[in-house]
């Protein structure tokens, strides 16, 4: 699925079954509680934190919650999500183009 098809899925399933977009800035709070479900999952994963017992950690359905609230909010604002991120490759490769092979701290692993 490209990035163009799963804004299009998003917007087909939000009219059909979700009845109509939650408001921008409910979505951005919602948008929050994902991404610190996200981290809750990272930090016990790979951090120093344990899971609670029984606890729920699907890595992957929380990343998913994340990007499906976050393709929400670019439909809402007129955003096109596969051109956005390609005018961000761009910045990146710009400002970024000797940045991060130049940087010792990225180096002292080797």
Request: aromatic residues 6%; negative net charge; charged residues 30%.
């Amino acid at each position: 699925m490209t990035i163009e098809e799963a804004q299009q899925a998003v917007d087909q399933w939000i009219k059909s079954v979700g009845v109509r977009y939650f408001s921008e800035l409910t979505n951005m709070a919602i948008l929050t509680e994902e991404v610190g479900e996200l981290a809750r999952i990272m930090a016990r994963t790979y951090g120093d934190q344990s899971f609670k017992k029984d606890e729920k950690h699907d890595l992957a359905d929380e990343m998913a919650d994340v990007l499906w609230v976050l393709i929400c909010l670019a439909n809402q604002t007129g955003v096109d999500l596969t051109t956005a991120l390609r005018k961000n490759f761009e910045k990146k490769n710009i400002r970024d183009a000797s940045r991060h092979v130049n940087n010792p701290k990225l180096r002292s692993n080797e």
